[in-house]
C-alpha cells in the first residue's frame, strides 16, 4: 500500500524567510510519480510540480526547489524567500507510474503554511 | 473559463436526504476523478472514469454513493440517505491519459 507522511503539520514564518516542507514517502512500486500541490483557502488544489522516480535531480522554479532523495523516500519542497500569499496548505503526494494505470494519487495530510507579513 | 467546474459549491442538507453532484470537466480530458477531503486530510481517492466507463472504485464508494459519465463528458456523484460522516468537500479532477491532473474548486457538502 502507498503512504505519504507529512510530519508538519502547521508552519508559521515570517516574510522573506526560508521555509522547507517535509515529504516522506512508502511504496512498493518501484517507479511512481511524487507531486506537489497547494490549496488556497478557496479550495481548489494547484499542481506545482510531478517527479518521477527515475529522475532524481533537483528541480528549481523560481523561489520554489525541490529535492528528491530516493534513498531515504523523501520530496522535500523549500520556498525561498516566503511571501504572505505562500499562505496555504501543501499536500505531497505519490500515484503509480503507468499511464494505463489508474494514476490515483495518495496524498498526504498536509502542512498549513502561514506566512507572517 | 476551460478549468473543471463544479456544481454547487456548496451544499447544506438534512440526513437522509439525497444530494447530487456535477462536475463538468476540461473538455479534451478523457478521465475524469472524484476524490473527497474531510477537514484537516488529504484528498482520499472515490472513483474515476475513463471516457464513460467506470474503471475503478475505492472501498470509501459505499453503496449509497453513485457516481456516473454518460456519454463520456461530465460527470454526477449522488449520495443517497446522506449521514453526517458524508459531510466533506467532494473534489472532481480531470486528465489527458498522459496529462497533469487538474482539480476543481470542489462542493463542499454539510450535513446537519
Known amino acids: 500500500a502507498q503512504k505519504v507522511t507529512q510530519a508538519q503539520t502547521e508552519i508559521s514564518v515570517v516574510e522573506k524567510e526560508d521555509v522547507t516542507l517535509d515529504c516522506v514517502y512508502e511504496t512498493r512500486d518501484t517507479t511512481y510519480y511524487l507531486f506537489w500541490y497547494k490549496q488556497p483557502p478557496s479550495g481548489e488544489l494547484v499542481f506545482l510540480i510531478r517527479r518521477n522516480s527515475f529522475d532524481e535531480q533537483n528541480e528549481i522554479s523560481g523561489r520554489y526547489s525541490w529535492n528528491f532523495q530516493k534513498s531515504t523516500s523523501s520530496f522535500n519542497f523549500t520556498i525561498t524567500a516566503s511571501q504572505v500569499v505562500d499562505s496555504a496548505v501543501y499536500f505531497c503526494?505519490?500515484?503509480?507510474?503507468?499511464?494505463?494505470?489508474?494514476?490515483?494519487?495518495?496524498f498526504g495530510k498536509g502542512t498549513k503554511l502561514s506566512v507572517i507579513p | 473559463d476551460t478549468g473543471v467546474s463544479q456544481d454547487p459549491r456548496h451544499k447544506i442538507t438534512k440526513r437522509g436526504q439525497n444530494v447530487t453532484f456535477r462536475c463538468d470537466p476540461i473538455?479534451?480530458?478523457?478521465?475524469l476523478y472524484w476524490y473527497r477531503q474531510t477537514l484537516g486530510q488529504g484528498p482520499e481517492f472515490l472513483t474515476y472514469?475513463?471516457?464513460?466507463?467506470?474503471?475503478?472504485k475505492s472501498r470509501l464508494l459505499s453503496d449509497r454513493f453513485s457516481a456516473e459519465r454518460p456519454k463520456g463528458s461530465f460527470s454526477t456523484l449522488e449520495i443517497q440517505r446522506t449521514e453526517q460522516g458524508d459531510s466533506a468537500m467532494y473534489l472532481c479532477?480531470?486528465?489527458?491519459?498522459?496529462?497533469?491532473?487538474?482539480f476543481g474548486e470542489g462542493s463542499r457538502l454539510t450535513v446537519l
Open positions: 479532477a480531470s486528465r489527458t491519459v498522459t496529462g497533469e491532473l487538474f
Open positions: 503526494a505519490l500515484s503509480d507510474l503507468s499511464g494505463a494505470g489508474s494514476y490515483q494519487l495518495t
Open positions: 473538455s479534451e480530458h478523457n478521465r
Open positions: 472514469f475513463q471516457n464513460e466507463a467506470q474503471l475503478e
